[in-house]
């Protein structure tokens, strides 16, 4: 393949330009393309706040709390004596909600 020498060769800024053009109708084309999803079908998943749910059963066994737990006055959690921080007015702090 012959080689022209005498034709102005690009610079760096020329580069970086035609890339840009590049990605950008690489962009429309993609964009061209659509996925054809069934709104029933995703929104069958979903979960409204307030639904009645009183039909349904525990899936978690719940223990109550142990001797070396307590309950954060601030945040309601129960952690394990090593989270304590501190009390205040008498009542057990964790670390994170002392932080």
């Known amino acids: 393949m012959a080689t022209d020498y005498d034709t102005p060769r690009k610079t760096d800024d020329d580069l970086n330009e035609d890339s840009i053009e590049e990605l950008k ?4 084309e993609k964009s061209t393309s659509s996925v ?3 709104e029933f079908e995703a929104a069958e998943g979903l979960e409204l706040p307030g639904a009645d749910l009183s039909n349904e059963e525990l ?3 719940v223990l109550p ?3 070396d737990e307590f309950t ?3 945040c309601f959690l129960v952690h394990h ?3 304590l921080a501190s ?3 008498g009542q057990p702090i964790c670390r994170d909600c002392a932080a």
């Open 72 to 74: 954060c006055m601030s």
């Open 65 to 67: 709390r142990q001797a």
């Open 36 to 38: 054809d999803v069934d």
């Open 59 to 61: 899936s978690v066994r």
């Open 81 to 83: 004596r090593s989270q």
């Open 25 to 28: 109708a690489r962009r429309n």
């Open 87 to 89: 009390e205040k007015n």
